[in-house]
C-alpha cells in the first residue's frame, strides 16, 4: 500500500539545485510504502521528493527582466520524482544575498556534471540560471569593478579525483571544470567557459577591461597556467573572440615547434 502526503514549506523558500536544474521548493512530498519482509514481518520505506515552482509569485517585477528563462510547460507544484529531498543542494534562500563565489560552486558544478553525463546541454543551463534567480528576485553580489574599469578575476585550478578519472578544476572567481587530459584540449574548454562567463556578466555590471589570473598549486598544471594566463587578453564578442584565441594559441604552439634558423640568410628566406 502506497499513501503520500503533502507538507507546504514557508517564505524564505529555499532556492535548490540538483545537476543544473534549479526551482525554488516550496513544499515535500512524502511518499510512504508498506512491504512485507522475507520472514513474515513488515517494514516501511519512506521518500521525500522536494515540490518546485520555476516561477516567484512574490516578485512582481519578474516579467520585466529581458533576460529570463521560463519554463513552457508547468511552472508550479512540480515534483522532482527522481530526487530525494537529500540529494539535493541549496543555493540559496529567498532573503539572502548570492555571493557571486556560491554561484560559481553552482557553475562548476554544471560543467563537472556535463562532463561526467556527457550532456553539453548544461552550458546552456549555465547561460539562463543566472536570469532565472534574478528573476525570482534574488540579489546578486558581483565581482567588484576596479576604479580604472579592469574586472580582473582570480581562478584557482586544481585536482579532482572521482574514482579513477581525473579532473580539472577551478575554484574562486569563476567555476570550472574539465576532464584532465590534453593540455590543447584543457586551453581550449576553459577558455570557452571563461568567455561564457564573461558574456553572462557583461549583461549586468559594466567594465571596460576583462582580465583572468590562473594559478595552480599542482606540478601539472604549471604549463596549463601559463599557456592560459598568456591568452587572457580578452576584447571582443563571444565566438568571434574565442575563435581568435584558440586561433592564436595554436599559431604560437607551431610557432614553438618549428626550428629556429641559425643564419641570417635563413631569416631572410
Known amino acids: ?50 515540490v518546485v515552482s520555476y516561477v516567484n ?11 529570463a528563462s521560463f519554463v513552457n510547460e ?7 520524482d527522481k530526487v530525494e529531498v537529500g540529494q539535493v543542494k541549496t543555493l540559496i534562500r529567498e532573503n539572502e544575498v548570492l555571493e557571486w563565489e556560491d554561484y560559481m560552486d553552482y557553475c562548476r558544478n554544471c560543467h563537472l556534471n556535463s562532463l561526467r553525463n556527457f550532456n553539453f ?49 577551478g575554484r574562486g572567481d569563476l567555476g570550472i571544470a ?38 595552480t598549486k599542482e606540478k601539472r598544471y604549471k604549463s596549463l597556467v601559463e599557456s592560459l594566463n598568456s591568452l587572457s587578453d580578452y576584447k571582443s564578442r563571444l565566438y568571434k573572440e574565442y575563435s581568435f584565441i584558440i586561433e592564436r594559441y595554436s599559431d604560437k604552439r607551431k610557432a614553438d615547434k618549428e626550428p629556429k634558423c641559425a643564419t641570417e640568410a635563413c631569416e631572410e628566406t
Open 57 to 67: 509569485n512574490r516578485n512582481t517585477k519578474q516579467a520585466e527582466n529581458p533576460f
Open 121 to 169: 546541454s548544461y552550458g546552456s543551463n549555465i547561460a539562463n540560471s543566472l536570469a532565472r534567480l534574478i528573476d525570482w528576485g534574488i540579489n546578486v553580489k558581483y565581482p567588484e569593478v576596479k576604479q580604472d574599469g579592469e574586472l580582473l578575476l582570480k581562478v584557482e585550478l586544481y585536482d579532482l579525483l572521482i574514482g579513477a578519472k581525473a579532473y580539472c578544476m
Open 74 to 80: 508547468q511552472v508550479e507544484g512540480v515534483v522532482w
Open 1 to 50: 500500500m502506497i499513501q503520500t502526503s503533502y507538507v507546504p514549506l514557508e517564505h524564505p523558500y529555499r532556492i535548490i539545485s540538483y545537476n543544473a536544474t534549479l526551482g525554488i521548493q516550496i513544499g515535500t512530498l512524502i511518499v510512504t510504502r508498506e512491504k512485507e519482509s522475507k520472514d513474515g514481518d513488515y517494514a516501511i520505506e519512506t521518500h521525500s521528493h522536494p
Open 178 to 215: 574539465t576532464s584532465s587530459k590534453g593540455k590543447d584540449e584543457m586551453v581550449e574548454r576553459i577558455i570557452r567557459q571563461v568567455l561564457i562567463y564573461k558574456m553572462l556578466l557583461e549583461n549586468y555590471i559594466s567594465f571596460s577591461k576583462f582580465t583572468v589570473v590562473f594559478t
